[in-house]
């Protein structure tokens, strides 16, 4: 089929690069004139595995084609995809300027029958909303009708999770246009769920605030483990291996960050509130997510003996998880400004993201590899779970830093392991291991 992608964001160009994968004929369009240039040769503008290799090889068999131009694009298609952003607004609400000027766009240019997918997560009624615009303002004499298709893939999995995944959504009011878009999923052999519009929608909301619930719930019941001298590790692989819960999503650490779990929480709850309805199940897995990275800075100005002021720290790790180079609501960003706020001094190092802004030149160093950056600290905080930190000769690193003293926010490390090496180290929600950590 002739298909049609506006946004070329993670979720649009990922979409767009797995359905000309499957055989389909796909455009995408981008404001972005520089963007679009690079991805016209070969380059992708996001890191995700396995993405650019795709995007060359489809780009080479002519599958795969880049616009900024909305006329180009739609008079070859037959099927529309709107993957542009909703960020969050001042209220919490998702913001759809993009999404309408999208709809216009569509209504402007579309020249044959369309159906319109919705792909972005957009808050309940929205799909309503954006056929009323083309409705309006559609030129051409022409059928379009609207789908919504939420998406569910994870950054740095997200080829995995789009040939993987474990259901697609599809809703449609009217049969037909929904029957189009499973057709078109067909090659992916997944299991659908068809259902209407409106509570499509909703599950991509209840879905993602599901499973922030469940990061914040496993995020407290690490810090009670902690007083208690249990360990939260063992509690989650207890607690998962009933089928009724389940094991994933249940690893504690600095709390959720990333492009989709803070703003669809957020979002849900205003759309609770606007409607008088009582979620705060939500209202709690956010403030709890909101503590969770304070609650790791108390614990490490605790051990270094209340004071923090010309400290020197590693921090390993700068995107919100690993195999991406995403810093949106990265914990690691919270932790260096309240270290920097303290007076301390900040080293970081991150595999991927190479450049931070919104910091001063010279506030923080940042370092081009894992020992440069623990050389001559007084304690080392590893915020995301990289590999290469994990498969790291710890007992080598050892004679980097001032101090052996390590702050493990994901949990990753054996400690064990550590200890036999020399390192004090502290996780989180492990306190029966918790080592006496001397201050200097
Ligand atoms: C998420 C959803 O998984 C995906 O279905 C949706 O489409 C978009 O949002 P993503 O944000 O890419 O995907 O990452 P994910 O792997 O889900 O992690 C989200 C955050 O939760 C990360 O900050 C991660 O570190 C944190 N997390 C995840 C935990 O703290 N503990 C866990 O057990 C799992």
């Known amino acids: 089929m002739n298909v049609a992608v506006i946004g070329t964001g993670y979720v649009g160009l990922v979409t767009g690069v797995v359905l000309s994968e499957i055989g389909h004929n796909v455009i995408c369009i981008d404001i972005d004139e520089k963007k679009v240039e690079m991805m016209k040769q070969g380059k992708s503008p996001i890191y995700e595995p396995g993405l650019e290799e795709m995007l060359v090889r489809n780009i080479s068999k002519k599958r795969l084609s880049f616009t900024t131009k909305h006329k180009e694009a739609f008079e070859k298609s037959e099927i529309v995809f709107i993957a542009v952003g909703t960020p969050q607004s001042e209220s919490g609400a998702a913001d759809l300027k993009f999404i309408k000027q999208a709809a216009k766009d569509i209504a402007q240019h579309v020249v044959y029958d369309t159906v319109v997918v919705v792909k972005s997560t957009v808050p309940v009624g929205t799909n309503d909303i954006v056929e009323n615009i083309i409705q309006e303002e559609l030129k051409a004499p022409v059928r379009v009708e609207v789908v919504s298709n939420p998406e569910f893939l994870r950054e740095g999995h997200a080829i995995h999770d789009t040939f993987h995944g474990d259901r697609i959504v599809i809703g449609s009011d009217v049969k037909k246009p929904g029957d189009k878009i499973e057709a078109l999923f067909t090659p992916l052999n997944l299991p659908i769920v068809r259902t209407n519009r409106r509570s499509a929608e909703m599950i991509k909301y209840a879905a993602n605030a599901f499973l922030a619930v469940k990061i914040s719930y496993i995020n407290q019941i690490a810090n009670l483990c902690e007083k208690l001298d249990a360990d939260v590790n063992a509690v989650a692989e207890g607690i998962g291996m009933d089928n009724r819960i389940g094991r994933a999503f249940l ?132 915020v995301t779970e990289w590999d290469e930190f994990i498969e790291n000769d710890w007992k080598e690193l050892k004679k980097y830093p001032n101090q052996p003293l390590l702050f493990d926010g994901r949990n990753i490390l054996s400690i064990d392991k550590l200890v036999k090496f020399g390192w004090q180290v502290e996780g989180i929600g492990q306190a029966q291991k918790r080592q006496s950590v001397k201050v200097i």
Do not use: W
């Open 251 to 382: 690893s504690a650490g600095l709390g959720y960050g990333g492009s989709c779990f803070p703003k669809d929480t957020e979002a849900l709850a205003f759309l609770a509130r606007e409607n008088n309805i009582n979620l705060n199940i939500v209202d709690a897995a956010i403030k709890a997510n909101s503590e969770q990275h304070e609650i790791f800075i108390q614990k490490v100005i605790d051990k270094l003996g209340g004071n923090v002021e010309a400290k020197t720290f590693a921090i390993l790790g700068l995107a919100f998880k690993p195999n991406t180079d995403d810093l949106r609501e990265a914990p690691a960003l919270k932790i260096i400004e309240k270290l920097l706020s303290l007076g301390a001094n900040v080293k970081v190092y991150d595999p991927i993201v190479q450049h931070l802004d919104g910091f001063q030149p010279g506030e923080l160093e940042h370092c081009q590899s894992i020992e440069e950056c623990m050389d001559n600290v007084d304690a080392t905080l590893l």
